[in-house]
């Protein structure tokens, strides 16, 4: 059994260049959720699939942040033109949409450094 | 709005001792779910202990316990005997629940970091 995995999970990268972050949720959850954690801070939920479907994004989520979860599975998330402020760790989490089990699971993360 | 607020920042405890954490959240809906994560120094979130708005009894399950009480909109974390290997930071989190194809998205708290001592 397989939990939440996550690529790469460190990236460091100028301002200004495109960076790409994949998640692999658990195979038979089809929820799956974008969070960011800055340096002392919880997470902040950015976007939510419900298998293919984007269903929701933050406010949070710029122009420049794209995220795709194509046929369900694996999702992506993309920053464009990255800037300073993107320096964060991003956390990829899925679940399951039952009553009983609605805890989300969270893979490693992402720690992202824009230099 | 939602809001989960966990004002202990910091906690430093010795081995054995035990430690509880507070969390007092805010929501306005009825059915919501509760949860309590640990961040250990390796970064990956882990899931401990749920609990539904529908149920405020409180259980025990090995050396954690939770005390969930709506009239104060409480919900604290214990861990009893505490162990090295419980320094982490910990997360308290609030999901309002909609049927559907709502988010379901998770609301944290800032995280009360745990320190222990040997």
Redesign the interface.
């Known amino acids: 059994d397989t939990g939440v995995s996550q690529n790469p999970r460190h990236k460091i990268t100028k301002r200004g260049q495109n960076v790409t972050f994949r998640c692999d949720p658990i195979s038979e959850h089809n929820?799956l959720?974008w969070?960011r954690q800055t340096l002392?801070?919880?997470?902040?939920?950015l976007t939510?699939f419900?298998n293919e479907?984007q269903?929701?994004k933050s406010r949070l989520l710029s122009d420049r942040f794209s995220a795709e979860r194509p046929k369900g599975s694996f999702s992506t998330l993309e920053i464009q033109r990255t800037e300073q402020g993107d320096s964060a760790?991003y956390?990829c989490?899925s679940?399951l949409a039952r009553l009983d089990s609605?805890?989300?699971?969270?893979?490693?993360?992402t720690?992202l450094t824009v230099t | 709005a939602q809001k989960v607020t966990q004002a202990q920042t910091e906690i430093s405890v010795v081995e054995k001792e035990d430690v509880t954490l507070d969390c007092v959240y805010e929501t306005r809906d009825t059915t919501y779910y509760l949860f309590w994560y640990k961040q250990p120094p390796s970064g990956e979130l882990v899931f401990l202990i749920r609990r539904n708005s529908f149920d405020e009894q409180n259980e025990i399950s090995g050396r954690y316990s939770w005390n969930f009480q709506k009239s104060t909109s409480s919900f604290n974390f214990t861990i009893t005997a505490s162990q090295v290997v419980d320094s982490a930071v910990y997360f308290c989190a609030l999901s309002v629940f909609y049927y559907g194809g709502a988010t379901n998205k998770l609301i944290f708290g800032t995280g009360t970091l745990l320190a222990v001592q040997p």
Do not use: I, N
Not at chain 1, 102 to 109: H, L, S, V
């Open positions: 929820r959720y969070y002392g801070q919880g997470p902040e939920f939510y419900q479907a269903l929701e760790m956390l989490a679940s609605y805890e989300q699971y969270f893979g490693p993360g720690r």
